[in-house]
């Protein structure tokens, strides 16, 4: 069975400083890792997606994941925090093949302070 | 393309009442579902489809009903509304059911509030 631990409910960080949220995972099989972003009202927005190709993932707005087997972790990164990324944000895991079921974390929280 | 669209945006119901919340897609989709998102809960699998006629159970269906006799439209029911079903509700869809690789595309939600 698959499942997906957001490690913070909530982030906090000032305007301009690096961004990290902490997302493990558990799956039996090769799994698809991806982020999604809520802005508030919103409905849900595919920021990257891990497909096996690359385990560091680029994604929209300059973030960035990096897919650790070892680890079995998927991190979301950003260099530098923007106001506009305050949102919460969702870790996803897909076992693949014939289960195409998602799983979503629990959400973290990110607030950006000026 | 407008992309997968749902209504109402709201809807404010009595305990017992019935109610059909609408969603649809026109990117030709074969995979259909419904979430719930509740506070700290994450997004939770009501119901899905994987192609016109074709529907399952999720982690959550208790209390709701889906039928898909086409591939654009996925309605969720609720029987018999109660209190425990006030959430927020989001539709999605994506172009293959059975490869994980595909970009799920979400629906802006329906706020349902169960008196």
């Known amino acids: 069975a698959q499942s997906v631990t957001q490690l913070d409910s909530h982030v906090s960080v000032s305007e301009g400083t690096p961004v990290l949220l902490r997302c493990n995972y558990s799956?039996?099989?090769?799994?698809?890792l991806f982020w999604y972003v809520q802005h508030p009202n919103k409905g849900l927005q595919l920021l990257l997606k891990y497909t096996s190709a690359a385990t560091l993932v680029k994604g929209i707005n300059g973030f960035e994941a990096e897919f650790k087997k070892s680890e079995t972790s998927f991190h979301l990164t950003k260099p530098s925090a923007h106001m506009s990324d305050a949102a919460e944000y969702f870790c996803v895991v897909s076992e693949g093949g014939s289960n195409y079921k998602l799983t979503f974390g629990k959400g973290t929280l990110l607030t950006v302070n000026p | 393309n407008a992309g997968v669209t749902q209504t109402p945006k709201f809807q404010v119901l009595k305990t017992g009442q019935s109610m059909t919340l609408q969603c649809a897609q026109d990117m030709n989709h074969e995979y259909m579902s419904w979430y719930r998102q509740d506070p700290g809960m994450g997004l939770r699998l009501i119901h899905y489809?994987?192609?016109?006629?074709?529907?399952d159970q999720g982690e959550v269906p208790n209390g709701y009903n889906v039928s898909r006799s086409t591939t654009e439209d996925f309605p969720l029911r609720l029987l018999s509304a109660a209190p425990s079903q006030t959430s927020v509700y989001f539709c999605?869809?994506?172009?293959?059911?059975?490869?994980?690789?595909?970009?799920?595309?979400f629906g802006p939600g329906t706020r349902l509030t169960v008196l």
């Open positions: 489809s994987v192609g016109a006629g074709i529907t």
């Open positions: 999605a869809s994506r172009q293959r059911p059975s490869s994980a690789y595909n970009e799920q595309f």
């Open positions: 799956s039996s099989y090769s799994p698809s």
